[in-house]
């Protein structure tokens, strides 16, 4: 557009030009006129009036059609422009199924790509009519308008109620509760369903609305879910670099331990993560190693948030820099260790600093089995990687995470992978609950099917779905998902009883970090009877975690026959 711009005004300049000099050259012939005289009869050119007959001079000639050309080009840029950005433009009152999104930031503007580039509809609403991003979007085929999201109009305007979801990104988490909030009322007026994600940067908020009615009262007209982008950076991180590497299996006596350098958002999601994958067959619980100097205040305000996080993860602290030699300690001993495998992930501070102090680590470790993720947001970051300053060898050990172009595509934020799997295994989980006589389904939320099912019990499912691949590494099977052969995966009882008892090491660790403790059940008091060993559990519970596990195969048959078709 600027580049068009340009043009026009070149054209503009040499119609003028051209103008007045064949004025000039056609007075000369005839009689003299004023300067003023020539420079207006030049302007109305434009409006497509020759004060000569011919023969005209070349000049002129050219003048008087490349003039009106250029005005004429100029009311149309400015009627587009105006129905453009004022929505008025014809297709988008023909659009429908799109992807309606929020804001037009870093984040905004990744997934609007993803979603484009994988041929989907794309509407954005964005406050600032000079972001810079705005052009590379509609070159790509989407609409954009301009306005306050908060405002109901205005997505009513971006036909809210007619789009395949909403995800709002903008630069507050309080303006994106807003948008769904409006959302959501707009949804029950028109009788219409939304889905809407909403960003929360904040992980305390986040986590008090995942029990907000916003998030647990599923209606027909309206489903909501919230998504933090560090957490997105934690679970692409480990699906793709699992700390286990090939699996943990049942005779091997080693665990994880994970250095993380850098306790803030990121590392604090790279902890929790541990808490809820790292829960092995052989029933060792994970290490997990903090560098930063503020760890102590920051540690206390995460275990405010999780108190029962040392009950699941042997955690070592060390409130010091990294040039500290207690720092450079605590990695020497993590990667010495022979009954654990080692992992370090720099997460403190800028791409720069990130990337120099991983080089830094993996040329003091360079000979031992240690392997780095480093957190690398932009492409900046991931240019320095490929540069060729360093050592080829080295960064063949060096993993970046927390690119913007990965965690915020479809896949992630939509959940279009982990759902279809979460669905699928919640499916299940209701029929054989009907078939269960352990308890009542009568009040329980957990028996509802997942379109009402609340968000905390959706990411239950989630949970679950994830820690497949940490289970499917425990008997040796590393292929993906979607190219396991569930027909040949014949589970033997002593394998269903190892998988057993580690999902309910896991099913321990999620309702712990959730604040459940032991105690008669109660939902509302986060009380369970099955907050205890394995050993401790009735035998009745015992079999519905063997028959969830027996069940493996029938989960990827049906996960795998959903993408096949949805494909």
């Known amino acids: 557009m600027k580049r068009s711009r340009f043009l026009l005004l070149c054209c503009y300049l040499l119609a003028i030009g051209l103008g007045y000099w064949g004025l000039v050259a056609a007075n000369g012939e005839q009689q003299a006129s004023p300067v003023t005289e020539l ?16 023969p005209l001079p070349w000049q002129l000639e050219i003048a008087r059609w490349l003039a009106p050309a250029c005005a004429a080009w100029t009311l149309f840029l400015a009627l587009m422009a105006t129905l453009r950005d004022h929505g008025l433009l014809l297709r988008r009152w023909l659009v429908q199924d799109h992807v309606l999104i929020c804001g037009l930031g870093v984040k905004g503007f990744s997934l609007a790509r993803d979603c484009l580039d994988r041929g989907r509809k794309v509407v954005i609403i964005e406050a600032d009519q000079q972001c810079p991003r705005v052009e590379g979007i509609r070159l790509r085929g989407g609409q954009v308008l301009f306005g306050d999201a908060t405002d109901p109009v205005m997505l009513q305007k971006a036909r809210v109620t007619r789009s395949n979801c909403l995800v709002a990104l903008c630069g507050r988490d309080e303006t994106n509760v807003e948008v769904m ?8 007026d028109k009788k219409a369903l939304v889905k809407a994600f909403a960003h929360i940067g904040s992980l305390d908020i986040r986590h008090a609305l995942t029990t907000h009615d916003l998030l647990t009262q599923h209606e027909d007209s309206f489903d909501g879910t919230v998504f933090n982008i560090h957490e997105m950076s934690a679970r692409a991180l480990f699906e793709s670099w ?64 999780f108190p029962y996080y040392e009950d699941i993860v042997e955690v070592t602290r060390v409130g010091a820099p ?39 680590l993996l040329q003091r470790l360079r000979f031992l089995d240690i392997r780095v993720a480093v957190c690398l947001s932009s492409s900046r970051g991931l240019a320095m990687m490929t540069s060729g300053g360093a050592d080829a060898k080295l960064l ?54 997942w379109s009402r099912l609340p968000e905390y019990l959706r ?71 099955c907050l205890v060993s394995w050993e401790q559990l009735t035998e009745a519970y ?26």
């Open 396 to 449: 063949e050990r060096m993993t970046p995470f927390g690119q913007y172009g990965i965690n915020c595509s479809s896949r992630m934020v939509l959940g279009e992978t982990l759902d279809g799997l979460a669905q699928v295994i919640h499916g299940f989980y209701l029929k054989d609950r009907q078939a269960s006589t352990v308890r009542s389904q009568e009040n329980d939320p957990s028996c509802l099917p």
């Open 459 to 529: 990411d239950s499912n989630r949970q679950q779905a994830l820690h497949l691949r940490v289970k499917l590494r425990s008997l040796g099977i590393t292929t993906p998902l979607e190219d396991i052969d569930p027909e040949f995966m014949r589970l033997t009882a002593d394998q269903i009883e190892l998988l057993a008892r580690q999902e309910h090491a896991r099913w321990n660790a999620e309702k712990m970090l959730d604040g459940w403790t032991l105690g008669e059940r109660d939902n509302a008091r986060k009380h369970h009877p």
């Open 181 to 188: 909030v409006h959302a959501r009322k707009l949804a029950q």
């Open 242 to 305: 699992p700390l286990d590497r090939d699996g943990i299996l049942p005779a091997d006596t080693r665990t994880t331990h994970l250095v993380v350098v850098g306790f803030g958002d990121v590392g604090q999601s790279l902890a929790l993560r541990v808490a809820q994958m790292c829960h092995f067959v052989n029933g060792r619980k994970p290490r997990l190693t903090i560098i930063d100097p503020r760890v102590e205040e920051l540690w206390r305000e995460f275990l405010w948030r």
């Open 542 to 567: 015992k079999d519905f975690d063997r028959l969830t596990v027996a069940r493996i195969p029938e989960y990827l048959r049906e996960y795998q026959r959903i993408r096949k078709e949805s494909h």
């Open 39 to 54: 420079a207006y009869q030049t302007l109305r050119l434009f409006i497509i009036e020759t004060p000569y007959h011919s």
């Open 322 to 360: 990294l040039a500290d030699t207690r720092a450079t300690g605590a990695i020497d001993l993590a990667a010495n260790q022979s009954d654990s495998i080692a992992s370090l992930a720099v997460v403190q501070g800028s791409d720069q600093e990130n990337f120099t102090t991983a080089l830094h």
